[in-house]
């Protein structure tokens, strides 16, 4: 069975502040990991994915996250967060057997002038 | 390309009535797509798996004869609530997956916002 947790349902930052939404994940085979930001009243849009290859995976806007078996974590990650960012982010985790995607509960970014 | 659309994005029903909503892929043959459900300020559960041609894969807990799935062609799949009440009222999405893709990857339609009265 697979699992995603995410650490804290809500992040404030400033403007231009480090954005850091964590991302924990349980799976028994090797996972493909992904993030996702959802605007108000929309769908899902990809962030970045792992699925094998290098551990640290850039993406759009900005962000990256890096995959470590060890802590079994797939951190987001950006330098300087823009008043943009503010939405609600969603890690997932799926597996070559069934491709079916878990979610994490999300966490909702908000971002402070 | 890989963009998905839904119709409606939004529809209100009253208490009783079907209200279909359907799931397109626009620029790719979708050979599975997924319904999700996504409760106000929650994750998103998915509902069912769906592959062309044959008959969706419900998941536990998830009533198919109310929530009816068609995915007749590799472009089009439909979800059809049925005798719809307000607790079904929920934020709706749609996602697909292609052969001609990263198998892993999904891509998501904008979602239909059903509010039942």
């Known amino acids: 069975a697979q699992s995603v947790t995410q650490l804290g349902s809500h992040v404030s930052v400033s403007e231009g502040a480090l954005v850091l939404l964590r991302c924990n994940y349980s799976s028994s085979v090797p996972p493909y990991l992904f993030w996702y930001v959802q605007y108000p009243n929309q769908g899902l849009q990809l962030l970045l994915k792992y699925t094998t290859g290098a551990t640290l995976v850039k993406g759009i806007n900005g962000f990256e996250a890096e995959f470590k078996k060890s802590e079994t974590s797939f951190h987001l990650t950006k330098p300087s967060a823009h008043m943009s960012d503010a939405a609600e982010y969603f890690c997932a985790v799926t597996n070559s057997g069934t491709y079916k995607y878990i979610f994490g509960t999300g966490t909702r970014l908000k971002v402070l002038a | 390309g890989a963009v998905v659309s839904q119709h409606p994005s939004w529809v209100i029903c009253k208490s009783g009535t079907s209200v279909k909503i359907e799931c397109r892929s626009l620029?790719?043959?979708?050979?599975?797509m997924f319904w999700y459900r996504q409760f106000p300020k929650q994750s998103l559960m998915l509902m069912a798996t769906?592959?062309?041609?044959?008959?969706?894969?419900?998941e536990q807990g998830v009533e198919k004869d109310k929530f009816l799935i068609n995915h007749a062609s590799l472009t089009l799949s439909t979800l059809t609530v049925t005798s719809a009440h307000p607790e079904d009222s929920s934020f709706y999405i749609c996602?697909?997956?292609?052969?001609?893709?990263?198998?892993?990857?999904?891509?998501f339609g904008p979602g239909t916002r059903l509010t039942v009265l």
């Open positions: 620029d790719f043959q979708a050979t599975t």
């Open positions: 996602s697909a997956r292609t052969l001609q893709r990263e198998l892993t990857e999904q891509f």
């Open positions: 769906s592959n062309e041609g044959s008959k969706a894969t419900y």
